[in-house]
């Protein structure tokens, strides 16, 4: 392992929580209860490597840099426990974001012009009922229009909210549509509703609502990929339709996951109550619980970690094909994905900081010696 390979190390394990490193070690244990004969040279030989990697441990760079940390203890344990995850997982079927011995491993080496592709940042057009459209990244922070008794402000770089005000539009009423607030691939923004409602868009995603929330209903439309904080109103239901999928609620917390190129609708509840139908059928959903809608509606377990990863600046990969962590890749980085030849069907893990350039991601990926990439201006070519 090279140095700088150690260092993304130590910045992996930082960002993975200590259940999760926890229930990778439990899983791969158990794979080896149950492996066939043949595998007990195979088992011999991870058991030394492991063995080897905890005893590197106090020796290593990394570990200097937590010998004065107060966790230093707790630190070290969740060390050991990941250096045997990682260790179980080189022969797993599931590919594990860090390295993979005896693969042939070659650092990648990407073109410079990679270097200049830089993670997503806070872009977003607010297009007007009216038809007026505003670009947000280029517009300076304050009042950008008044609707009716709204101001719609732009409180800080990333974040929009609209205001109760005792003013009122020049032009009196406001016109019968919607506002639309819009991020491109590359882009998030976060937007407070006129009811109070928060909602944060993740890249690619496009959220409709009304000037005003009149009626008995608060409707808005969405595509792509946001996470709600409803303002509780127990008259007024707020509903989310997509795509022949409408979730209802009266105030609560949950993601929705609903991007054209994905297969099925994920809606995940991290509070209140949620009932999410398709047209055919209803179910509702308690916290923990994630609606998925595909030729009818799932119900499952959710890990509230990977959903949320993405608010909280992060890739998260938990058992996912290089497609779907591509997806990711591509709207966050505003990158283009070919596929060329057969590629890898195994399942990636990991936890990447959505922070870093795209040439590192690229080769975190690389490492686990399951994918190559080659890159021609804003395409990435994906190779086994």
């Known amino acids: 392992m090279t140095e700088q390979e150690h260092q993304q190390f130590v910045s992996w394990l930082y960002c993975l929580p200590e259940h999760k490193i926890k229930e990778i070690l439990e899983k791969y244990s158990a794979y080896f209860e149950n492996a066939p004969e043949g595998d007990a040279v195979q088992h011999t030989e991870l058991s030394g490597r492991i063995e080897r990697i905890l005893d590197g441990i106090e020796n290593s760079p990394g570990f200097k840099m937590i010998e004065e940390n107060p966790n230093r203890d707790k630190i070290v344990q969740l060390w050991k426990y990941t250096a045997a995850a990682v260790a179980l997982l080189l022969i797993s079927s599931a590919a594990f974001l860090f390295f993979k011995q005896g693969a042939g491993v070659q650092k990648m080496q990407l073109a410079r012009k990679v270097e200049h592709i830089v993670p997503g940042s806070n872009k977003a057009v607010l297009t007007l009922a009216d038809g007026k459209s505003i670009v947000l990244s280029g517009t300076a922070n304050g009042r950008l229009a008044q609707q009716n008794t709204f101001g719609i402000d732009k409180l800080k770089d990333g974040e929009l909210a609209y205001t109760k005000t005792h003013e009122t539009s020049n032009s009196g009423s406001v016109p019968a549509g919607y506002n639309t607030l819009t991020t491109p691939r590359g882009g998030k923004y976060t937007v407070t509703l006129p009811d109070g409602t928060k909602v944060w868009l993740n890249a690619g995603t496009t959220l409709k609502f009304p000037a005003v929330f009149a009626g008995s209903e608060r409707v808005v439309d969405l595509s792509g990929e946001a996470y709600f904080e409803v303002s509780k109103n127990k008259l007024k239901p707020f509903i989310v339709n997509m795509n022949h999928t409408q979730i209802k609620v009266l105030g609560t917390h949950f993601n929705v996951m609903a991007y054209a190129d994905e297969p099925a609708i994920q809606t995940t509840l991290l509070e209140g109550s949620v009932r999410v139908s398709d047209g055919k059928a209803s179910r509702l959903i308690t916290p923990g619980q994630q609606a998925v809608v595909n030729s009818g509606i799932a119900v499952v377990d959710a890990d509230i970690d990977q959903v949320m990863a ?19 890749i591509s709207r966050w980085y505003d990158v283009d994905i070919e596929y060329r030849g057969k590629v890898t069907q195994e399942e990636f893990v990991g936890v990447v900081p959505r922070s870093k350039n795209l040439s590192d991601v690229l080769h975190t990926l690389q490492l686990t010696g399951l994918v190559h990439f080659k890159i021609e201006e804003r395409r990435i070519i994906v190779m086994e």
Not at 310 to 319: D, H, R, T, Y
Not at 320 to 325: A, L, S
Request: charged residues 20%.
């Open 310 to 328: 993405w608010k909280n600046g992060n890739f998260a990969f938990n058992n996912e094909r290089i497609h779907t962590v591509m997806n990711k």
